[in-house]
């Protein structure tokens, strides 16, 4: 088989931002070349993935449930379901989660 094939209930869930939130990985850094990494996110109502930077990727994300508010040094953003998000390497950023329901996202990290 050359096709890859990870159900979602064999990756298990881990904390993400010292335990703001969860995620469950697909795919590692260095599985795939240039993709650092691929994961499914959750973010509890009321919960941030606080101020922070990638130095050794670019961050891609598309909004699967919730809506809250994307943060960099010339504003903030309003986000819902199907909006994507470009954080090119380097750029400091923060997610919150301003709705009533958990915030889920898919989250791509390239080199």
């Given at each position: 088989m050359k096709v890859?094939?990870?159900a979602?209930?064999?990756?298990?869930?881990?904390?993400?931002?010292?335990g703001a939130g969860s995620r469950k990985?697909?795919?590692?850094?260095?599985?795939?070349?240039?993709?650092?990494?691929?994961?499914?996110?959750?973010?509890?109502?009321?919960?941030?993935?606080?101020?922070?930077?990638?130095?050794?990727?670019n961050e891609f994300m598309y909004v699967l449930k919730g809506s809250g508010v994307v943060r960099d040094e010339d504003g903030e953003y309003v986000f819902n379901v199907g909006d994507f998000f470009i954080f090119p390497l380097g750029v400091f950023h923060e997610q919150r989660n301003t709705g009533d329901d958990v915030f889920?996202?898919?989250?791509?990290r390239t080199k």
């Open positions: 890859i094939k990870k979602a209930n064999d990756v298990q869930l881990e904390p993400a931002h010292d990985l697909f795919v590692k850094n260095d599985e795939i070349k240039n993709i650092q990494g691929i994961t499914h996110g959750w973010l509890r109502s009321g919960g941030i993935f606080e101020w922070h930077k990638h130095d050794d990727c889920e996202a898919v989250f791509i």
